[in-house]
Structure formats: structure tokens, C-alpha cells
């Protein structure tokens, strides 16, 4: 599923939830993303702005610092709350965004989770990760054509389940030895030469690659 089309589904139920009961009122909607320089989320949010004004919501919006943020992410939802947000939609970094899903639920907001899943959300738009890693995995394959690989992964962070589902889906449609779909580990085979940890950022990612590329100069495949 596209990202518009997550947010034309998402924002259409979050903006039927809120008028609700309330219809001479302008629906508040609260969007929180990992983070504002990832650029999915800076398309998903131009996604979601758009779609909030065709429908005649009020957007709020708000981020982690990186990847991995459940602290800000937290001060958003209940910054949302109180602002007068009745859904907010969520790419969540980590469950420890739960005990606050679960106190805002129980005010009667409705919490819809994108991009990842997370426990107690009401509903969940997302990519199949798995399957997305698979086709990668498959298409490395096929580009690197018949020669022996020396991969170096460049994943989120330990134990995030989309980064953990993409990582093992692509050792998957390689044909390495793996992990399946339920796992938050990250398989390592013997062709995984190097993993390094971005948080979804460039910056971090670029380091990680050099320091791979110090490791083993003769890696050929990067994930």
C-alpha cells in the first residue's frame, strides 16, 4: 500500500471518528512520526496534510528526534491530547509507547498505527515488511549475478520488528539462512560480513558504511 493511500484510509476513518457526536466541529487529528528528516515520513506528512485539508481537519503533527524516540513521541501524544485530538496516528518507535496508547484510549481517543505495529492501537495501515525485504533480498540476487556476496546490512536499530522483518525478509529472497516474519532478532549468515545500526538516519548510515568498508574492503552487496 502507498503512503497516500495509507493516509487517505487513515485520516478518512480518523476524521469519521471525530465528528462523531461533534459535527460543528473541526475534527483535530494528531500524525506522529518517527522522524522529520526520514524521507518517507516527509512524504507521508505532505500525504497527510493534504488529505487533512480536503477533508476539513486540523492537523497536528510532530516527531521523534530519531529513530528509536518513544520519549518525545510520548510528550507529542499527550501534547495532541490536550490540544483537543480525538485520533492520532502514530509510526511508533518502540513500545514503550504503550502504557500512554492505553491511558489516551481510555480518554476516548482513537490511536491508529502506521508503518509498524504497536499493541493496543485500534487499527494498522502498513507495508508488509517481510515481503518487502524478500523482493530486495531477490532483486540483489539477480543484480549481482551468480558471484559469491560479502553483505553488509545497514539496519534500524536492535530489536525494531519492521527493521528486524525487512532485514531477515531480504536475507529470505537471497536465499540465506534466515529468520521468519515473527522475529525481532536480526539473522546474521555467514555471508552477512558487517551490521551497523542508522536509526533511520544519513548521517548515522554513512558512518556505519565506512566503518563496514574498514572491516572487510571487499563487501559487494549492501542492504
Do not use: W
Not at 549475478?145 to 525478509?169: C, E, S
Not at 539462512?177 to 546474521?188: G, H, P, R, W
Amino acid at each position: 500500500m502507498s503512503v497516500a493511500s495509507k493516509f487517505r484510509l487513515g485520516l478518512l476513518a480518523a476524521a469519521a471518528t471525530a465528528f462523531t457526536g461533534i459535527c460543528a466541529a473541526q475534527p483535530v487529528v494528531g500524525l506522529i512520526t518517527k522522524t522529520e528528516s526520514n524521507p518517507f515520513f516527509v512524504k507521508m506528512k505532505e500525504g497527510a496534510d493534504a488529505e487533512a485539508k480536503k477533508l476539513g481537519a486540523k492537523l497536528l503533527s510532530a516527531s521523534g528526534k530519531t529513530d528509536g524516540d518513544t520519549a518525545g513521541q510520548i510528550t507529542a501524544m499527550e501534547n495532541m491530547v490536550a490540544a483537543g485530538a480525538k485520533t492520532i496516528l502514530i509510526t511508533s518507535s518502540g513500545d514503550a509507547i504503550v502504557p500512554t496508547i492505553k491511558k489516551i484510549r481510555a480518554q476516548g481517543v482513537q490511536v491508529i498505527a502506521l508503518d509498524s505495529p504497536v499493541p493496543e492501537a485500534d487499527a494498522l495501515f502498513a507495508t508488509d515488511n517481510y515481503m518487502a525485504g524478500v523482493l530486495i533480498g531477490q532483486y540483489a540476487k539477480a543484480a549481482l549475478g551468480g558471484k559469491k556476496p560479502v553483505i553488509a546490512t545497514l539496519d534500524l536499530f536492535p530489536g525494531h520488528p519492521v527493521g528486524a522483518q525487512r532485514h531477515n525478509g531480504f536475507l529470505k529472497g537471497y536465499g540465506l539462512q534466515t529468520l521468519d516474519a515473527k522475529s525481532n532478532e536480526l539473522a546474521k549468515p555467514a555471508e552477512v560480513a558487517c551490521m551497523g545500526d542508522t536509526y533511520g538516519e544519513a548521517g548515522k548510515g554513512q558512518t556505519a558504511m565506512e566503518n563496514c568498508l574498514q572491516k572487510n574492503p571487499n563487501i559487494n552487496v549492501v542492504y
